[in-house]
């Protein structure tokens, strides 16, 4: 992740934050226990292939207490959190027999956990973590298992290879438990990767603590005052990052709010601006916005109308044509509407930007500004569209909606007029109807405004 985390990093976040202290769902649950007895299953298998010899308890038992401080130090990730561990977990390997490791390693994430147990912070259930955090052991000890060497005997390539191993082995185990339990995507795993780059980081310091535990087992406890201030910098970050994940629901929560106030107004319009959101949607997913688009989109899509609100609703109730004067104030409704959302801040400014350009057109005859083509923003050109839709699909107070086959003749007629083409086909796509007569052009057309006239919702 970022410093500065993306819109879908931030929903991850979001979702991550909410289930810190949950109980596990059925599907963590089966995971949790699936990846638990195969780090059973493969602990056992090191054992077995190379029983452990004597060692000194003392290191081991100093390196086992630092690796449980170090697990505690969590840097927040959309998925969950980073431990800054290979600082004390190299010097862990070099303290023990390389098959006893694993089981060093899962015994000092149970005792990180006592704490938060104790206080009742997290649910016995999230134990079952333990295994699946741990399985990073397994390279490194079954690269040395295979060798037959002990770590303070490697040479540097087998080093290098436990190295390797280790991130591959908690790469593909974390990928398929996240994936099965969470439903995450192989893409946001991806994004995650940058944290093999800081534990390659800190193996270097963590060796050179390793080789001067072996000679003074209090060595390891030098760790203590830099994961004290990783510490620091981490309660720092989860502080910001919190507060983005609030700011962004305050937003979020403000536009509701608005989107409420918009159907109190006027009930007809809240419905409306309901139903554009979700067509909006469906019509997006065909076009394969970003996530900020989409968030954009719905939240222009929900608050197109906002600016209504400035609107005397003798106009907007008004069953006849409007005159030259009343088009003129109704035609204000988005620019009074992004007024509003530029006082909200945050994203919505961005949102405001959306529902001004909504009612421009593709060939440049709409308003407030003229835009053509693609320098209308995507999110209000699939709002004009499926606003004109929904328009035509209902009973107005000036005119009855239209038929679905009448409707979908004028969203064609006017594709690369009004339109964008794109949008009309993907509009088609999800309402259903033949689009083989819509224009593949994407360039801009020559108006047609008596015919677009019958399209310009209010």
Not at 290 to 298: D, G, I, P
Request: charged share 20%; aromatic share 6%.
């Amino acid at each position: 992740m970022p410093i500065e985390p993306d819109l879908a990093d931030q929903q991850l976040l979001a979702d991550t934050f909410r289930r810190a202290g949950d109980r596990l769902t059925p599907r963590e649950r089966v995971a949790g226990i699936a990846v638990g007895v195969g780090f059973l299953g493969a602990c056992a298998a090191l054992l077995t292939a190379r029983p452990p010899h004597e060692f000194d308890l003392l290191p081991a038992a100093l390196c086992v207490l630092v690796l449980a401080v170090a697990t505690r130090v969590r840097f927040d990730t959309p998925l969950g959190f980073t431990v800054p561990t290979q600082l004390a977990f190299v010097p862990l390997v070099f303290t023990m027999p390389p098959a006893v490791g694993p089981v060093a390693v899962a015994l000092a994430l149970l005792i990180a956990s006592l704490p938060d147990l104790v206080r009742g912070r997290v649910p016995l259930s999230r134990l079952l973590h333990i295994p699946g955090n741990a399985w990073f052991a397994i390279g490194p000890a079954a690269v040395l298992v295979i060798a037959g060497r002990d770590p303070w005997a490697a040479g540097p390539a087998l080093l290098v290879a436990a190295l390797a191993a280790q991130f591959v082995v908690d790469f593909a185990v974390s990928t398929l438990s996240y994936a099965f339990a969470l439903g995450a995507r192989l893409s946001s795993q991806l994004r995650e990767i940058w944290v093999y780059g800081v534990d390659a980081g800190l193996s270097a310091i963590a060796l050179v603590v390793a080789h001067a535990t072996r000679q003074a087992p209090v060595a390891v406890l030098s760790l203590l005052p830099l994961l004290g201030l990783l510490s620091l910098f981490a309660r720092e970050r989860h502080r910001r990052l919190e507060g983005l994940v609030e700011l962004n629901n305050a937003y979020r929560g403000t536009a509701l709010v608005l989107g409420d106030v918009v159907e109190a107004d006027d009930v007809y319009t809240g419905r409306h601006c309901k139903s554009v959101v979700a067509l909006s949607l469906e019509v997006a997913e065909q076009l394969g916005l970003t996530a900020k688009q989409l968030r954009n989109l719905e939240f222009g899509a929900l608050l197109h109308d906002v600016g209504k609100v400035a609107i005397p609703k003798a106009i907007i109730n008004n069953p006849g044509k409007l005159d030259a004067r009343e088009w003129t104030i109704i035609k204000t409704h988005t620019l009074e509407g992004q007024k509003m959302l530029a006082r909200v801040g945050g994203f919505m400014r961005e949102v405001g930007i959306v529902v001004r350009h909504h009612h421009e057109r593709w060939d440049g005859g709409g308003y407030p500004d003229g835009l053509a083509g693609e320098n209308t923003p995507i999110e209000s050109r699939i709002i004009a569209c499926c606003d004109s839709w929904n328009a035509m699909r209902t009973d107005r107070s000036y005119r009855k909606a239209l038929s679905h086959e009448a409707a979908l003749a004028e969203m064609e007629a006017n594709s690369g007029t009004q339109f964008d083409p794109r949008v009309v086909r993907g509009l088609i796509s999800v309402v259903g109807g033949p689009a083989g007569h819509v224009p593949e052009t994407d360039g801009p057309a020559t108006a047609s405004a008596t015919r677009a006239a019958r399209l310009q919702p209010v």
